[in-house]
């Protein structure tokens, strides 16, 4: 349909039939108007898969299995691979199933920057870099997009922590903002053409941002001319005068008085009263219309997806593969040579626990999902005995009965807990809609199973029956999950003392580290000979893992966020003073990870862009390239090593004048056999939103080839 059409087509409508469509009618759909053909616009969480139906008007699930789906890697996961086809698959695997479940709208994926390493959501995003952010996010929307169905980037704007989510005030120098907090959303929405973007809970500028007019219009509609839909998030509208006059289209939210939403009969009786124009609930349709009309849905011949399809299961595979990062790697101890392997000793909770049933609106049924523990017993088979000694317990008390006494997580009693229990979002609009995690106290009981467990796996582990001992810890959704921000980056539940403890009767422990977060890894990393680091890694992930392990995959992801020792290997800590729960200033300003390492000489645990290989590579014959108005840096890479294997070359830039040591401008990953050279092409974009960028010359830049933030190879 054309403007014009769509506009007739409001004409058509009656003001119920307007008002219908712009809140929410369920608590996942609005109303559709039948008799002009126009559908229910039917949304979705969430990034690492389609969640679970629930009822119409309450957070009870519906009674039926049809809804196990593809249960995808986190976006920190994806992220990690640095590999923008990859992630345009992994998109046309979300879209396939959004749009095979019967759904319009894909509320993700999350793109906020990863400021604060505390942040329970950080699973759900991408990085702390701008550009990375954005050049992966887009491939995602794209695929996804391909499908039929509308992607919601959230959340517009500087959503970067939980706690009191739902009300704190951002403080930010407008530059720092631009080029920093809002460059990922422009790449994304006008490069990638999300055809929908979900406005944020918190205040900019005192003003609530689904209110704000300097980012809704301002910024959004006129600067960037973006002319797709802004849904609010559920519960983040607050008044019926300011929601009209804003640039949002829809109104969602988490309770069942749909009629009394603020979009919904009081904006009706505003505008019967001529308290409010007419004309801007027509422009709010108008938006709704044309999305609708983008996704085939108005009459047209629609893409019907398809969900838990057999190549959506590999391609999760394969971004499972790409994601896991090697760390440390010392005496070459990985990977393991599985010939010689006749009996494998597993020592970890994480080795045994499914994740992806928990951490707030991210969680799904997943069709299926393969822990470490099954990955390694399926990959060895019966040549091969693998034992499992849980080592530590996440549990809060001694007497929990979600744990079997022998290890292992009773996930059937945890299913009928979630089924009778009140969904965790039906109160999710109360106490400012998040905190700080609270440490649960520890009893002598707890202590002792503690020390129980931590003894009995150290007792296994001297046994010298085992080629391999491999501990499999990190954080759950107890950590990583919506409404809760951690206190700290220690490891919980007394791992460190147990790897500690390992260290002692084995000087091979090869440790996996799994979480959706940056976790302090200096004691892990000192007492172990290997160590690799895996996020939420979707139904596939112990597959993944065990080829990594056993060396049928080469690790080639890399760090998308910076691992510090501490809190204190962050600006957001050591330079914030002035926060508080209530008011977040951001007076790191561009020093956000590795901007702010580089930049006051901080030296992280792992830096930013960090990862290394079971081979080597060696970079030479760098050169700078211009065709048209584009640039680009070719260097050739020689695989000096004895396997095949994939490397992510990185370009930073130096720029004078510009208040940050370099700035990632450019990446590329290549495959690369073993002996073998490749020339690399690698584009270059500098952000382009300040005076500075503008005024700058070539004199004034300096490009940096590197393997990672502070492994430098070539300066041009």
Request: aromatic share 8%.
């Amino acid at each position: 349909m054309n403007n014009e059409e769509i506009k007739e087509l409001i004409n058509k409508m009656t003001l119920d039939e307007k008002i219908g469509m712009v809140h929410g009618a369920e608590l996942f759909r609005t109303k559709g108007v039948e008799r002009l053909g126009i559908p229910p616009l039917s949304m979705t969480d969430g990034p690492m898969g389609v969640r679970n139906e629930f009822c119409k008007d309450n957070w009870a699930t519906e009674k039926n299995a049809t809804d196990n789906v593809t249960y995808l890697p986190c976006n920190s996961a994806l992220c990690s691979t640095w590999n923008r086809s990859l992630a345009y698959k992994m998109g046309e695997v979300l879209g396939n199933e959004v749009r095979g479940r019967g759904k319009d709208v894909s509320l993700a994926p999350g793109i906020n920057i990863k400021r604060n390493p505390l942040c329970g959501r950080n699973f759900e995003y991408f990085s702390e870099d701008p550009y990375l952010t954005g050049e992966m996010a887009k491939e995602v929307v794209k695929g996804a997009q391909s499908k039929d169905i509308a992607c919601c980037v959230k959340h517009f704007a500087l959503n970067n922590k939980e706690t009191k989510r739902l009300e704190y005030n951002a403080n930010i120098d407008e530059d720092v903002l631009k080029r920093i907090y809002l460059r990922a959303f422009r790449k994304v929405l006008i490069d990638g053409g999300a055809l929908s973007v979900m406005s944020a809970y918190n205040k900019y500028k005192n003003v609530f941002c689904s209110d704000s007019k300097e980012l809704l219009k301002d910024i959004l509609r006129d600067e960037w001319g973006y002319d797709g839909a802004i849904i609010s998030d559920w519960g983040a509208v607050h008044d019926t005068d300011k929601a009209a006059h804003s640039e949002l289209d829809l109104e969602m939210s988490v309770t069942d008085n749909f009629d009394e939403y603020f979009l919904a009969n009081p904006l009706k009786e505003k505008i019967l009263s001529g308290d409010i124009d007419e004309k801007l609930l027509d422009k709010k349709v108008y938006h709704l219309l044309t999305l609708m009309d983008k996704l085939n849905m108005l009459g047209k011949e629609r893409n019907k997806g398809a969900y838990n399809a057999p190549e959506s299961r590999e391609i999760t595979r394969l971004v499972a593969l790409d994601s896991i990062i090697l760390l440390e790697n010392k005496d070459n101890v990985l990977p393991l040579d599985e010939k010689k392997l006749r009996n494998v000793l597993v020592i970890g909770e994480n080795a045994d626990r499914i994740h992806s049933n928990a951490g707030g609106s991210a969680e799904i049924k997943a069709l299926y999902e393969i822990t470490p523990l099954m990955g390694l017993r399926m990959a060895l088979g019966g040549n091969c005995k693998v034992d499992f000694a849980e080592g530590y317990t996440s549990r809060l008390s001694a007497d929990d009965p979600s744990v079997f006494e022998n290890g292992g997580t009773n996930w059937d009693r945890i299913a009928k807990i979630q089924e009778t229990e009140k969904n965790w979002q039906a109160t999710s609009l109360e106490n400012g809609g998040g905190g700080k995690q609270k440490t649960a106290p520890v009893d002598d009981k707890l202590k002792r199973l503690r020390k129980e467990l931590r003894d009995k796996a150290v007792e296994m582990a001297q046994d010298p029956k085992y080629d391999a001992v491999i501990f499999v810890g990190g954080l759950n959704h107890d950590y990583d999950s919506e409404g809760v921000d951690r206190a700290n980056m220690y490891m919980p539940y007394e791992q460190n003392e147990l790897i500690e403890e390992l260290s002692k009767v084995r000087n091979d422990v090869i440790s996996v580290v799994v979480t959706g977060s940056p976790v302090g890894l200096e004691k892990v990393a000192e007492n172990s000979k290997a160590l690799l680091l895996m996020y939420y890694n979707g139904m596939e992930g112990g597959n993944a893992l065990a080829s990594t392990l056993l060396g049928y995959n080469n690790p080639s992801g890399k760090l998308a966020e910076t691992f510090g020792h501490d809190e204190m290997d962050y600006g957001v800590f050591a330079m914030c003073k002035r926060s508080t729960d209530d008011e977040e200033y951001y007076d790191d300003g561009f020093k956000v990870g590795y901007r702010f390492n580089d930049t006051e000489n901080v030296s992280p645990l792992y830096p930013f862009g960090y990862g290394i290989s079971y081979t080597s590579f060696e970079y030479k014959n760098a050169d700078i390239v211009c065709e048209d108005k584009d640039k680009y840096i070719t260097v050739e890479v020689s695989n000096t090593g004895d396997m095949d294997g994939a490397e992510i070359l990185q370009v930073y830039v130096k720029r004078e004048g510009v208040e940050v040591e370099k700035e990632l401008a450019g990446f590329e990953k290549v495959f690369i056999g073993k002996g073998e050279s490749t020339k690399v092409k690698i584009k270059i974009e500098l952000e382009d939103e300040t005076d500075i960028s503008k005024k700058l010359n070539e004199n004034d830049v300096t490009y940096l080839i590197a393997a990672s933030s502070k492994d430098i190879r070539i300066t041009l």
